[in-house]
């Protein structure tokens, strides 16, 4: 236990109420004295959280805690919290810094409730470590799109599956000149949270103008990061390439099919341009959520999961919302020199659909030459119905007996460098080791681009409907260690490094876990054995959430 548990303070939440019983949030829910009774849960802090705004849940959520349901659906009960956890085990004393992790966490305006899991405005939550204690918060990033439904109690711009409900039809076609211009898109960052090699800190999803600077301290909001160059574009990677030195991503052309590459220096905001990839198949770009590279390469994938337009200008969802499946258009995987811009290698592969690529590294020969790219991602087997799988009515109303989540596996494409027109695509290892789950990914990033050993995912103890376990899969040996807590849900393992560390896996992995009882914890393991050394219970369970960064103290 760590020395300072017994220097926080017990409170109970109804506590948190007390000067707040008039206020709603959205303009729909009263804090009431039976609101109170339905959440009352301890918590620990030493932190005056009576001072904090609270939000409470739709009335089908209220009683979330009296019914002990997984929280991981549900949105989140505050606006913001602060507080001191006290920690089972030991946490080791080199790790200083902050976790930062990002995703949506409120589903709902007023009473109207999402539909899908990358539908909700972005949650930040923070674990700083210093010195063997934790200290937890969380808060809201304050978009243009949060705050104008918060404001107008409606959806103002259009998220990943949820679209504005015009007044009438002059509105529509408003809507849609504003939809070409980029202007309703949402700004709302729920993807990812990274540090750009100058310590900003940027919350980013695919949307350009969600590129949202926050303080990893405070988690207040700063204002947007606005691009500077004149490249333009409305959606980008929303897994760029960070390193201290350089930013990459991708913006797909959806005019003329392709996708611009471009690299941005370390304390700059202008993107400058490396090069382009022109589509060899379908009407539109595949889909690109992330992408790999290597030392000398860029990796462009060509998914036949495509962008479609058509899609994107429909008021309601279809199953595979802003995209369409076009197996004939087939999958490709392209690579171009990052000196200078040129396609070096253009190859057909199987079909393939994937969110996360892991990592990529060169292959040589006996003398040093180059030979191939391995490009290694979280492969759902060519299944696009992953994507309906995550609408929350489905991850709400599991009964956990079915097997309904979609097989995946660690895919790894092997690309020539010797002009054939053909790659591969296999399984790096047999995925019943990590059951046939795969997705949310992290390496020690000492080996981004490089030849590596050890990855950290999510995979699947079955049956279920979403990756539940924690897994570390081991590359050369071609086995997996698999953490499992029965019923909890688990965020991204991320892996930090031990400072000075020679070893590829020394280090520790966090996750957040919502547990099966309504509540959630911080985890902590040991890189190399797996096994846990130290949890923090937090004060109510938390929604899932998706990516995270390491802050590092200075």
Known sequence: MASFASSTTKIYCNKMFDHVKDETYFGKVKINEKTKKNLDFKLVT?????????????????????????????????????????????????????????????????????????????????LHFENGRLIMGHRQVESEAYKAA?????????????????????????????????????????????????????????????????DPHTLDTLGKFEYSDTLGGLIHSAHPIVTDS?????????????????????????????????????PAPGWVHSFPVTEHYIIVPEMPLRYCAQNLLKAEPTPLYKFEW?????????????????????????????????????????????????????????????????????LRSYNGKDDVLPDARVGRFRIPLDGSPYGELEAALDPNEHGRGMDMCSINPAYLGKKYRYAYACGAKRPCNFPNTLTKIDLFDKKAKNWYDEGAVPSEPFFVARPGATEEDDGVVISMISDKNGEGYALILDGSTFEEIARAKFPYGLPYGLHGCWVPKK
């Not at 529509?172 to 900003?200: C, E, F, H, P, Q």
């Not at 700059?268 to 022109?278: A, D, F, L, T, W």
């Not at 070096?344 to 590294?361: G, K, M, Q, R």
């Open 326 to 394: 076009h197996p004939n258009s087939k999958g490709f995987m392209h690579v171009m020199c990052k000196a200078s811009g040129n396609i070096v290698a253009s190859v057909e592969v199987p079909l393939y659909v994937t969110f996360h690529f892991i990592n990529a590294y060169e292959e040589k020969d006996e003398d040093g030459r180059v030979t191939a790219v391995i490009a290694d991602c979280c492969e759902h087997s060519a299944d696009t119905t992953i994507l309906d799988k995550l609408r929350l009515d489905n």
């Open 150 to 214: 918060k404001s107008s109690n409606k959806i103002c711009y259009r998220e990943f599956s949820e679209v504005p409900k015009p007044d009438n039809f002059l509105s529509y076609i408003g809507d849609i000149a504003k939809l070409l211009s980029g202007a309703s898109l949402t700004d709302n960052a729920n993807t990812g949270v990274v540090k750009l090699g100058d310590g900003r800190v940027v919350c980013l999803t695919e949307t350009i103008k969600g590129s949202i600077v926050i």
């Open 46 to 126: 030493n932190v005056a959280a009576s001072q904090l705004p609270v939000i409470v849940p739709p009335p089908d959520q209220q009683v979330i805690k009296k019914e002990k349901k997984l929280a991981a659906w549900t949105s989140v009960l505050q606006e913001r919290w602060e507080g001191e956890l006290v920690v089972e085990g030991e946490l080791p004393l080199w790790l200083n810094g902050t976790y930062l992790r990002n995703g949506p966490g409120q589903w709902h305006v007023g009473n109207y409730n999402f539909r899908h899991l990358f539908d909700g405005y972005a949650t930040l939550v923070r």
């Open 246 to 282: 350089e930013f990459l991503t991708l913006i797909p052309d959806l005019i003329k099919p392709g996708y611009v590459v471009v690299r941005m220096e370390a304390g700059s905001n202008e993107r400058k341009y490396i090069g382009r990839v022109n589509c060899r198949g379908g």
